[in-house]
């Protein structure tokens, strides 16, 4: 691969919105969503139900099946425009250079067919393989995402799968035709946690191998944290703030991130109290017209009422109206407290 | 497999062996029904019927009444009608028999391409202008009662029309299969589409709500993922899942309807089926004949049934053959 | 808290029979397999596990809801196993349950104020007039408004409905509460909110909790001590701070060594223990020690024998032929 093309992101998001036209008015499910994704790179997309992260990404390939829909902005996958697409150019790109992996293993399977069977039809939607070699193909993909005697279990139905193994083998089928990029919606949230540190542990070893970009959608910050390179965190639709995933871990810069990340009970230190964000996450429906934060802001200012753009440096940003003194002011003032309430 | 198929089809005896004294149990044992006074006659005097009684030997005990029963129906096959002296029941069943699969099964053929194909194109176009125009005119079929339609039809057909555009339509009635197959097929065409229009309707109806369903199942955006083409996950992957909860409702309605169910067809193109009889028999209590034409028509839904589950294993891989 | 018992289970078992793979043969699920444990009056005791380790059978054997194959299960000084229904009614009321799913567990028809009313109108605990005055106080006390009450449950968030479900099992003033995963259903955000309303109530009505959930930092956070159940049996208990800085159970190490962390201080991160394979059938439970074919530390004993359930520190229990962090 030569230096060009290292750097050229593979895929690029340009102020995305998703619109769906509802009987109580216009319901903004993304609104100026903007992200790169590099060669290699994991982007985590971290946020609460209804943040819009699963809708950005089903939108750009053409997933939202809803006529009442309207996608606006740029996604380019390897410089080539994307949005817009006809379903059926769509069609070679998902599946082909792009593969995804979904939250529930348990129903992301045709019930009655056989894995095998499931995975031929996709490398075969994709390329002229033949039935015996996509076949031995499937074989060889289910070995490598860790299922024993693959030889055999080719033949085996989904429902003869526990819950890991299914997603082992869902995994398989997204590598399938050797994918550019990997979209995971909360890969790991229907297993267990040592199921989902296998499944995790699987997916950055296949990363290595296959040399896919992976975008993983998650709610939950531990997740990133284990596995994202940077991180984008949304908030009703629209990202609240975009970092290296270490920068926003630890030096947090948006009120929503500092809810999120103190709200999470740790395994690792005891704190008799979680910090809470009050109230709960904005109807899409009714998103204010400043910061979409706001309501819930225990930080709510004047100039809230308009609407934040995203700005910071080194790569790290976000959309708050909060000075960097301010900022410094509060967190310090959080830490002595040791809390903030509710 | 072939032992799920085995004790499958052993349960489906025991049923019918339970409806067969059930049914025995209402028709003949129920007080107030005395089979020999309706042999001998409205005007019979006491000592004829106790003739009677000893000549068809009910003067018996009710489980040898019973056998005796069986053993006219099944075994010797020369139980007779208490209406109509002289009439064999079973000759009478095997005469209609043939004439109600006719009905049924071409009606099954036009009703399953047309609710089929129906029930795709509605779901395929979900939320355009075709989708609700096949689900009104699924739920028109489904409204209009077939007597009314038939009446309708032949009256069109036979009628105000039959000198014109219907003229190659013969006149009502029964052709067997064996003795010119396109008599047969001729007239049996509007009977077939009278049948055929009602169920057509359901099945568009329901197929069309299954496949939505099955539309927006977690492993059809799987497929979609995978880049498979609409018509593929349709045809594949929605309509495959969608069909098990079809086979169920199929085995049923085509059980009922060879079972004796397409009653009203039959008797408004003058069909002489299994319906037909059942009615005839019904109208004046006839009692061997009901018991004969249950039989029958518990045997079909019986076996329906059985074939049902026998199909939906088949069908479906999660059902755990025991 | 104090040191008195006001739970003590033991040996607890509960088994489901199932029609088999083969003709006519039944198996046996044993969902939990023995279990001994104590609930001190006034603490929170967590029971954490993997789906299907049999952490929600066993709530419901301990107050009773399903009964229990063998064991005891005492509340109060009293032995509940055995009684009738009638007999059970007073004990019943002192422990009350809270649900995962707060969208399936409140009843759609009936108002929120009907549902968190309704315990005490069928205990009979005073006039109609009074215990709209205490529906009231409820909503109150777990922070939702007392105006809401003639609403639907369809008319609240999912944090809401559960603060509905908290009211409801408060009602009858029990002395234990019971909650079964109750956050997991919830956003993060709005879990927190959940926890530290829970914490709040434990200090202001002395409530006990059993807490049973499959989220370790969850467990943490709510738990002074914490049961690890692994394959229907508690391999671990003990005081939560202990049994999470040094765990000797090499189940619970691997367990807590897998969550992800947020790795925002420079301490360096838990060496990861990854356990292969998926928990067995419980069904088809291995010979010896139930974790022994996943397990890193396995020898032959533990194929042949199953350890006992011993303590080794005080307040520690495990049970392990090989433990860990003996010494700390």
Redesign the interface.
Same mark, same amino acid.
């Given at each position: 691969m030569s230096d060009a093309t290292l750097n050229e992101p593979v895929l690029s998001v340009r102020d995305l919105s998703v619109t769906f036209a509802t009987r109580q008015g216009p319901l903004r499910a993304v609104d100026g969503l903007s992200f790169d994704v590099g060669a290699k790179e994991v982007l985590g997309i971290v946020g609460e139900s209804g943040s819009g992260k699963s809708v950005a990404m089903y939108s750009m390939l053409g997933l939202v099946r809803d006529s009442n829909v309207a996608i606006t902005g740029s996604v380019k996958f390897e410089g080539r425009e994307i949005l817009g697409l006809s379903d059926r150019e769509l069609q070679s790109v998902r599946g082909g250079d792009v593969g995804m992996i979904f939250q529930d293993p348990m129903t992301a399977m045709t019930p009655v067919y056989k894995v095998g069977w499931q995975i031929v039809e996709q490398i075969r939607a994709h390329s002229d393989m033949t039935k015996a070699q996509a076949r031995s193909r499937a074989i060889e993909l289910l070995g490598e995402v860790g299922i024993p005697d693959p030889k055999t279990r080719v033949d085996h139905f989904p429902h003869e799968f526990s819950g890991g193994m299914r997603q082992r083998v869902v995994i398989a089928m997204a590598l399938s035709c050797n994918p550019k990029l990997l979209i995971a919606d909360e890969p790991t949230t229907a297993l267990d946690v040592t199921t989902q540190a296998q499944i995790l542990d699987l997916m950055s070893k296949l990363q290595e191998s296959y040399g896919s970009s992976i975008v993983i959608i998650t709610h939950d910050m531990g997740v990133i944290a284990e596995v994202a390179n940077r991180v984008v965190v949304m908030y009703a639709g629209r990202p609240a703030e975009i970092g290296p995933e270490i920068d926003v871990v630890r030096f947090p810069r948006h009120p929503y991130t500092w809810g999120l990340l103190g709200a999470v009970p740790r395994v690792d230190v005891k704190n008799r109290r979680l910090v809470t964000i009050p109230g709960t996450p904005v109807s899409p429906l009714d998103v204010p017209t400043g910061c979409a934060f706001g309501p819930r802001c225990q930080h709510k200012m004047a100039i809230c009422d308009e609407r934040p753009i995203l700005r910071g440096g080194d790569g790290h940003v976000d959309a708050c109206w909060l000075s960097d003194e301010q900022r410094v002011a509060i967190r310090s003032q959080a830490t002595v407290r040791g809390v903030a309430d509710e | 497999m072939l032992?799920f198929i085995l004790r499958r089809f052993a349960s489906a005896v025991v049923v019918l062996f339970t409806i067969s004294v059930m049914v025995y149990l209402i028709f003949f044992a129920t007080p107030g029904v005395d089979p020999a006074a309706r042999i001998a006659g409205r005007s019979a005097s006491p000592a004829v019927v106790e003739q009677v009684r000893i000549a068809f030997g009910l003067n018996r005990p009710l489980p040898i009444r019973y056998l005796l029963m069986m053993d006219h129906l099944f075994i010797k096959r020369d139980l007779t009608s208490y209406v109509n002296i002289g009439d064999k029941v079973v000759p009478q069943i095997l005469a209609a028999a043939p004439v109600t699969l006719s009905l049924v099964l071409g009606a099954v053929v036009i009703w399953l391409i047309v609710g089929v194909l129906g029930g795709l194109v509605a779901a395929a176009n979900k &939320?355009k202008f075709i989708d609700p125009l096949i689900m009104f005119l699924g739920i028109a079929a489904v409204s209009v009662p077939a007597y009314w339609l038939g009446e309708v039809v032949n009256l069109i057909t036979q009628n105000e029309l039959h000198s014109s555009v219907f003229a190659w339509l013969p006149a009502p009635g029964w052709v067997p299969l064996t003795q010119s197959p396109g008599e047969w097929a001729l007239h049996l065409l509007f009977p077939w589409l009278t049948l055929a229009a009602l169920y057509a309707g359901i099945y568009a109806r329901v197929l069309r709500a299954e496949l939505v369903n099955a539309l927006n199942?977690?492993?059809v955006?799987?497929?979609?993922?995978? &880049?498979?083409?609409?018509r593929?996950i349709l045809l594949?992957?929605a309509l495959?899942?969608s069909l098990?909860s079809i086979t169920s409702l199929f085995g049923l309605d085509v059980g009922a309807l060879v079972g004796g169910a397409a009653l009203l067809t039959e008797v408004v193109f003058g069909l002489p089926g299994v319906g037909l009889l059942t009615y005839n028999a019904l109208e004046n209590l006839d009692l061997p004949v009901i018991m004969g034409t249950v039989m029958y028509g518990a045997f079909f839904i019986v076996l329906a049934s059985a074939v049902v589950d026998v199909v939906y294993a088949l069908?479906?891989?999660?059902v755990?053959i025991? | 808290m104090s040191d008195e018992v006001l739970l003590r289970a033991t040996d607890v078992v509960k088994s489901f029979t199932s029609r088999g793979k083969k003709l006519g043969a039944r198996s046996l699920n044993t969902a939990v397999n023995g279990v001994s444990l104590e609930v001190k009056r006034g603490e929170t005791l967590g029971i954490v596990g993997e789906s299907g380790c049999g952490k929600s059978t066993l709530a419901r054997c301990l107050v009773q809801l399903i009964p229990v194959t063998s064991g005891s299960v005492e509340f109060n000084g009293v032995e509940l196993v055995g009684l009738s229904r009638r007999e059970l009614r007073p004990h019943r009321r002192e422990m009350q349950l809270v649900f995962q799913d707060p969208y399936a567990s409140l009843n759609p028809r009936r108002t929120v104020g009907d549902i968190v009313a309704d315990p005490m109108r069928i205990n009979k605990m005073a006039g109609e007039r009074e215990i709209l005055e205490r529906v009231r106080d409820l909503f109150v006390t777990v922070g939702l408004d007392p105006a809401s009450v003639h609403r639907y449950p369809h008319e609240f968030s999912g944090g809401q409905r559960q603060r509905i479900g908290i009211a409801r099992s408060l009602s009858l003033n029990p002395s234990l509460v019971v909650a079964d995963e109750p956050v997991s259903a919830l956003d993060v955000s709005v879990q927190a909110q959940v926890l530290n309303l829970m914490a709040d109530l434990q200090d202001q009505l002395h409530l006990t909790y059993l807490f049973i959930a499959h989220d370790l930092g969850v467990v943490r956070h709510v738990s002074d001590r914490v049961g690890v159940m692994y394959l229907g049996e508690i391999v671990e208990l003990g005081d939560a701070e202990a049994l999470y800085q040094a765990p000797m159970h090499p189940y619970t190490e691997a367990l807590l060594s897998v969550v992800p962390e947020l790795n925002d201080t420079d301490a360096p991160r838990r060496e990861r223990i990854l356990i292969s394979g998926d928990v067995p059938d419980p069904s088809d439970r291995p010979t010896g020690c139930s974790f022994h074919p996943r397990c890193p530390a396995a020898t032959d004993i533990c194929q042949r024998e199953a350890p006992a359930f011993v303590e080794l520190k005080p307040g520690r229990f495990v049970a392990c032929h090989h433990p860990r962090n003996v010494d700390e």
């Open positions: - | 032992r &939320g199942e977690d492993y955006r799987t497929a979609r993922a995978k &880049g498979l083409s609409e593929r594949r992957h495959r899942c098990i069908l479906d891989p999660r755990r025991v | -």
